[in-house]
């Protein structure tokens, strides 16, 4: 946990954090922070800077354990990045992996679709509740040390999906979708024919399996250039880390 994130109404009532709160423990046992010291915190999808502990509730007392902080704000927090990824439901056991990286890496929205080639049952997981990937987009975002969490959806279909961005589709963006079976050019190819630099990109990988023809006709359809990043076939999360990676980097946002 490399920064303690608050809801805005937590800074705003100045609430103490409860003993058993995870935060809360993570500060005393793990930061070991005491009465005076500081650590880094910040608003989610907020502001962020430092929190500053003015008490820590005594023993034997209603509130013994809680922590009595003070929040300075010192920044806006790590804005998102410009890339949007569309990502094939995989393994519900890759899926944390995923969600975390993606958030780690600071990727605006994270889209879930059911793919034609991917199992059916992965939808039906207790982690592709909307609930559960928040938890694990939350979780990448502390680990990033950022207040921003990356927007989250869920569709049952790359159809479905693909509507959503002919509803919501920002004008001039580049559209991405990795095919290690038949692409048409090489991902690092295309990026340096077409800078991104400044620009917003929507990003696509398949499930496990990868796409059908039918679904890399429909990507088509959408404006989707069918790139690939080499013969060796990845994980679904592998694939979406590095390429998200290569992305960025072609976008100067990890420099």
Known sequence: MNICLFEEREIIDALPLPANDERALHIKKILKKKVG?????????????????????????????????????????????????????????????LLRDMAALGVRSVHLAGTELGEKSYLESSLAQESQVRKMLYEGTVQ????????????????????????TQNKGQIKIALDNVNPKSALT????????EGKSVVAAIGSERGWTNDERELLESRGFARLGMGERIMRTETAATVAASIILAQMKCLE
Not at 72 to 92: C, N, T, Y
Not at 158 to 167: I, K, P
Not at 189 to 196: Q, R
């Open 37 to 97: 010291e500081n650590f880094a915190a910040g608003i989610i999808d907020g502001k962020a800077g430092l929190a500053t502990i003015t008490k820590i509730g005594e023993e034997g007392k209603p509130d013994e354990g809680a922590i009595y902080f003070s929040f300075e704000e010192r920044s806006d927090g790590k804005k998102l990045f410009p890339l949007e990824m569309i990502i094939g439901f995989p393994r519900p056991i890759q899926l944390k992996r």
């Open 189 to 196: 190819n295309f990026l340096n024919e077409n800078p991104v």
């Open 144 to 167: 990033a040390g950022g207040t921003h969490i990356p927007k989250n959806f869920i569709y049952p279909s790359l159809c479905e999906c693909l509507e959503n961005f002919s509803r």
